[in-house]
């Protein structure tokens, strides 16, 4: 009996579904009705693929909570980069952030003359021994027009003299360069070779003072800050981000670096890479908090605080490609392998020859 009840309900639902298949659906259906094929292997990898798209919700979500503990229990300096060279940042717990003071102008001054120098090179570029194409000619005349203002304008700034007098030179040259060029209706390379020559030692001296100025400013900052912070400095972390053309003598991370211990590198004193100068406070806060608390993941599975820190398939990936490498007759080319929890400093230390300064290209 029971199993004639159970045909009879089949029969019904198979009679349903068809109806409503035939079911005839209103015009304003058309053009996203259809019928929508998908098997049961596809149905369960979708499934299971959705745990990984799903842990990156649950991470933002636990982020917010280990950043707010992060920062009650421990102070966080966050240097930036900036146009105006830097921005550094100082969290305490249960304090308002402090903005420190930023680097004195004259910073900006100087790199300002030095960037219309380099300005000049992109203007004229594309453009040498090519007498023909008069493009570029507007383009010069309304920057010649610029430094001319700012020529007019050098001795009002606040700027001492020998920096000065340094400035004023390399902004005269960069004048008499575009007069001649707008005056053959030409870039030849043997003038602008001349020129890139002419200006480089008094761009040398700008790019001196400008560092001179900044590491200054910073590292006095950061002494009163760790004065400060008294005890709780050995339980700070600082960042500073970075993108790859800055990431070599990066100066903001230096400057933090003569405040920690060599150990803290990597550990407590963060490099962050980022794809752009500038970065918000925010996305490093962010940064930070992905790294710290994926340590503690680490320790939890693994065994091992600083696991996370690395590339986790990158041990494995390393001997995949020694094992790939073996097998078409390749000779592997890898770095060195180095132990979780390197403080080594993070961008390249192999010393080799060939200049590392702009003083050693004299």
């Known amino acids: 009996m029971n199993r004639h009840i159970a045909l009879a309900v089949v029969g019904l639902l198979l009679v349903g579904a068809e109806s409503a298949r035939s079911q005839a659906l209103p015009s304003y259906m058309a053009p996203i009705s259809g019928q929508v094929a998908s098997s049961p292997s596809d149905t369960a990898t979708k499934d299971m693929l959705a745990l990984n798209t799903g842990m990156f919700e649950l ?29 550094f ?32 090179a992109q203007v004229a570029g594309p453009y040498v021994n090519n007498p023909d194409n008069k493009s570029w000619l507007g383009a010069m005349k309304a920057y010649r027009s610029r430094m001319q203002s700012a020529l007019d304008g050098l001795d009002l700034t606040p ?6 007098d340094n400035n004023r030179t390399i902004l005269q040259n960069n004048i008499a360069f575009m007069d001649e060029c707008i005056a053959k ?25 400008a560092a001179q100025t900044q590491v200054s400013h910073w590292m006095t900052v950061l002494a009163d800050w760790k004065k400060m912070l008294g005890a709780d400095w050995d339980k700070t972390y600082a960042a500073s981000n970075t993108i790859y053309v800055a990431r070599q003598n990066n100066v903001l991370f230096s400057v933090l670096a003569q405040f920690f211990p060599p150990e803290a ?98």
Do not use: C
Request: proline residues 8%; without cysteine.
């Open 159 to 164: 700027m001492q003299a020998d920096w000065r």
């Open 59 to 87: 991470y933002g979500d636990a982020a917010k909570v280990f950043r707010a503990n992060i920062l009650a229990k421990h102070p966080v300096i966050l240097g930036l980069f900036s146009g105006a060279g830097g921005k």
């Open 265 to 362: 590198i990597n550990d407590r004193l963060l490099l962050i890479e980022t794809v752009s100068f500038t970065t918000t406070q925010a996305d490093m806060l962010e940064s930070l908090t992905r790294i710290i608390a994926d340590r503690s993941v680490g320790s939890l599975f693994f065994g091992n605080y600083r696991l996370m820190d690395y590339e986790l398939m990158g041990g494995d990936a390393r001997a995949a490609i020694i094992a790939e490498s073996a097998k078409r007759g390749m000779t592997p080319f890898l770095p060195p392998l180095v132990p979780f929890g390197s403080n080594q400093w993070p961008a390249l230390v192999t010393p080799g020859p060939g200049p590392a300064t702009i003083a050693d290209l004299k």
């Open 89 to 120: 940042t100082l969290y305490q717990p249960g304090k308002p952030p402090v903005d420190a003071p930023s680097v004195p102008i004259v910073y900006q001054l100087l790199k300002s003359v030095g960037h219309s120098t380099m300005a000049l």
């Open 185 to 209: 209706g030409a870039i030849p390379f043997g003038t602008m070779e001349a020129f890139g020559k002419k200006q480089a030692p008094y761009l040398a001296r700008n790019v001196a003072w």
